[in-house]
């Protein structure tokens, strides 16, 4: 299944969630301080990181923040009950799942196999590259090209939001979809981490494209196609 990489300073649960992925199919690494990891990060990533608490000062939010700077590689963050932590929050610092580290790790070990399963095929399963105004989607590598070859490189959420949006071209897409498909959980009307995803992603594709995902009143989100360009696919 491949390596995990596991930030957890208590050695028992460390020591339990190595044996337990290993016998899973994982070959599960153990860092007690977020520094080593880091460390590898650029070059050997893993396929998924379990970020719990590490010896050093840093806070969660700051490990993964520093993990951001410098990969994608999927977050799952792994909270004490009573931690300050909400999901909104975890979720806008860039991981891709919020858990408890006390959830049996069957569990935990099925929020992986779900991560892994969104980071490898995403939300759209056509075979073929989507060519739009001459960007090119490739879902099943989750790449993103501009027409000058260059890679708009997106987050988790913000390629399955991408994703989702070209699959549905010239229709609206609910904020209750895009929350059920994206972050696996129900629209709530306070909830801002769907319009700040949106906000996001059109800083990714450039101040060009800031019309090329539409704000429907009352519906949510279109996205019309890339400026000065029609849409196809390849």
Known sequence: MGQLGIIEADAILGHRMVGFFGENGFSAELHEDARSLLTQLPNRPPRVVLLGKGR????????????????????????????????????????????????????????IRAVLRR???????????????????????????????????????????????????????????????????????????????VLRLRRKLGPAQQDSIKTVRGSGYLFAGFADCGLRVA
């Open 56 to 111: 050093e000062s840093l806070t969660a939010l700051q490990v993964l923040r520093r993990i951001r700077d410098l990969s994608l590689v999927p977050c799952i963050l792994l909270a004490d009950r009573g931690d300050e932590l909400s999901e909104i929050m975890v979720l806008e610092a860039g991981a891709d799942d919020l858990v408890g580290r006390d959830m049996p790790l069957p569990a935990l070990l099925a929020r």
């Open 119 to 197: 980071a490898e095929w995403g939300t759209v399963q056509a075979d073929p590259a989507v060519a739009v105004g001459g960007w090119r989607l490739l879902p099943q590598r989750r790449e993103l090209f501009r027409p000058d070859g260059s890679e708009c490189v997106l987050t988790t959420a913000e390629f399955d939001l991408m994703s989702m949006l070209v699959e549905n071209r010239g229709k609206a897409v609910s904020r209750d979809a895009i929350a059920e498909t994206v972050f696996r959980r129900p629209f709530r009307a306070e909830d801002r981490t769907v319009d700040n995803l």
